[in-house]
């Protein structure tokens, strides 16, 4: 087996060149980090045990986006529905609000239903907003929060969005928040800046983690094909772990489920998969494709490795 490279810049220096890493908290994360890219040259005989950094069951979720038509949403269920998915795994879709019911009402038990937004408070005066009340009177358990096309077309706040994500926890809904960094942010070296940024938003604002599902999505990966190289995405994924640790506990830190997206598909999950510290995935164009939306749930069986 091919021993990766222990060095975190040479897998995307951008990453480093505006981060500060200095003192012996820095080295012990830059130590353990690196840990993550590094493997056996010699494989240990494989036991079935799920390696993960977080002790979730892995996430599934896809995003419909203001996509589809009852016509094409029906054959999506149908797809679904006869879909053989692994046990040891949560999933989720997210219809647009229109169907939601149908969807709801149409679709297996297996699988659980999220909206795409919630408004931050109780309903009411509030023209084209869907309040959380409403998402539960038709069964929905997620809500997600915080998505970029959210934040960069919309135009919601960190702070907006760490409001209407207490709102949801609050009222009982799990809620999956979204974090990620522009082209530009990532080329100027502020990808943890901003992850870290968007992450304490939600920090000071909700009430706990127990609901909560991070999905790192760096933007310039959101429907564009490009996807971050697996070292890439778990380098952020384990620093935002770091983060939880540090500073909102080490307990919440490895309860909490980060999963990735930007891109994903059948060709790509196993490999992404396989990072320790990538415990699922949210999936945009590919959730939309029962068959390879169902490969992306079972790449659950590519983290079964040697304990």
Known sequence: M?????????QFSGLRRSTKLDGPTSQSFLQHANSQLCFSAAPKPCRGVVAMAG?????????????GSKESITKLVSDLNSATLEPDVDVVVAPPFVYLDMVKNSLTDRIEISAQ?????????????????QLKDIG??????????????????????????????????????????????REAGKTFDVCFKQLKAYADAIPSWDAVVIAYEPV???????????????????????????NVSPEVASKTRIIYGG????????????????????????????PEFAIIVNSVTSKKVAA
């Open 2 to 10: 091919a021993v990766f490279s222990t060095s975190l810049t040479s």
């Open 55 to 67: 002790t979730g069951k892995f996430f599934v979720g896809g995003n419909w986006k203001c996509n």
């Open 117 to 133: 937004n919630s408004w931050i408070s109780k309903g009411g005066a509030f023209t084209g907003e869907i309040s959380v009340e």
């Open 140 to 185: 929905c358990k997620w809500v997600i929060l915080g998505h970029s096309e959210r934040r960069h077309v919309i135009g919601e706040t960190d702070q907006f969005i760490g409001k209407k994500a207490a709102y949801a926890l609050n009222q009982g809904l799990g809620v999956i928040a979204c974090i990620g960094e522009l082209l530009e942010e």
């Open 220 to 246: 310039w990966a959101i429907g564009t094909g490009k996807v971050a190289t697996p070292q890439q995405a778990q380098e952020v994924h384990v620093a935002c772990r770091d983060w939880l640790k540090k």
């Open 263 to 290: 891109s994903v598909n059948g060709s790509n999950c196993a490999e992404l998969a396989k990072q320790e510290d990538i415990d699922g995935f949210l999936v945009g164009g590919a959730s939309l494709k029962g």
